[in-house]
């Protein structure tokens, strides 16, 4: 693990040179245990990819017990134990997202089937046969970065982001998917979406997914879009 300083309140910690299940996992891992630790002065983690950041309160910290750039280095350090408990005691989630593909629904969905030389039903049925996994969250809350993209979906984002995506568009961005759990701003490939809510502010947690979480899509009609509804 490579411990690196990020501005004067937060430290990167990185645990790999790529992205694939078992870094994310040990990064999701890390990440949950740290938190859960409760130390002195830290004020969130924030897990993506290969590596966590761990942000501290400076002020918390007394000038006469050292650098704070050190002392929280010591903290993460401290929780190697703890993580190798917690990393017997998870297991793994698997949470199904229903989509309703093309229409209006998903107005891209042809542009990714041109380009990949399929047919718009090929396109949903390949999407939704792929096991994902969270390899980060954020863009805005609750937004799920998923790897396990078949490679024959690889569409670059938009020339021209939308002005708005309603909440629940399922696009793709080059080699990943997502869900725009918000109505926000975007400019992925919109294939699809699903009725199904991935941020609630009142719901505790409020983001459905978290990093290292498996995801599948299940095929839904128009008409059990609109029942879900």
Same mark, same amino acid.
């Given at each position: 693990m490579k411990l690196e300083p990020l501005g004067d309140s937060a430290v990167v910690a990185t645990l790999g040179s790529g992205i694939d299940s078992k870094t994310v996992v040990s990064v999701q891992r890390w990440?949950?245990?740290?938190?859960?630790?409760?130390?002195?002065?830290?004020?969130?983690?924030?897990p993506a990819y290969s590596t966590f950041t761990v942000f501290y309160d400076p002020g918390q910290f007394s000038p006469t017990s050292g650098d704070p750039f050190k002392q929280v280095c010591a903290f993460i350090e401290s929780c190697?134990?703890?993580v190798k408990r917690h990393s017997r005691a998870t297991s793994s989630r698997t949470v199904e997202i229903p989509v309703c593909y093309g229409g209006e629904?998903?107005?891209?969905?042809?542009?990714?089937?041109?380009?990949?030389?399929?047919?718009?039903?090929?396109?949903?049925?390949?999407?939704? =046969? #792929?096991?994902? !996994?969270v390899h980060?969250? %954020?863009?805005?809350? /609750?937004?799920?970065?998923?790897?396990?993209?078949?490679?024959?979906?690889?569409?670059?984002?938009?020339?021209?982001? =939308? #002005?708005?995506? !309603?909440?629940?568009?399922? %696009?793709?961005?080059? /080699?990943?998917?997502?869900?725009?759990?918000?109505?926000?701003?975007?400019?992925?490939?919109i294939i699809g979406r699903t009725p199904l809510r991935l941020f609630q502010p009142d719901r505790n947690p409020a983001a459905l997914l978290r990093?290292?979480?498996?995801?599948?899509f299940k095929a839904i009609t128009v008409a059990e879009f609109e029942a879900w509804k």
């Open positions: 990440s949950e245990t740290i938190m859960a630790a409760g130390g002195r002065g830290i004020v969130d983690v924030v190697a134990p703890n629904l998903g107005p891209d969905i042809a542009e990714v089937a041109e380009r990949a030389g399929m047919t718009v039903v090929q396109v949903a049925a390949l999407h939704a =046969r #792929a096991d994902y !996994q980060a969250i %954020g863009f805005t809350p /609750g937004f799920p970065y998923l790897g396990g993209l078949p490679a024959a979906l690889n569409t670059p984002r938009r020339s021209a982001p =939308r #002005a708005r995506v !309603q909440a629940g568009s399922v %696009g793709i961005g080059g /080699g990943q998917t997502g869900v725009y759990p918000v109505s926000s701003p975007g400019g992925w490939q990093i290292g979480d498996r995801v599948t």
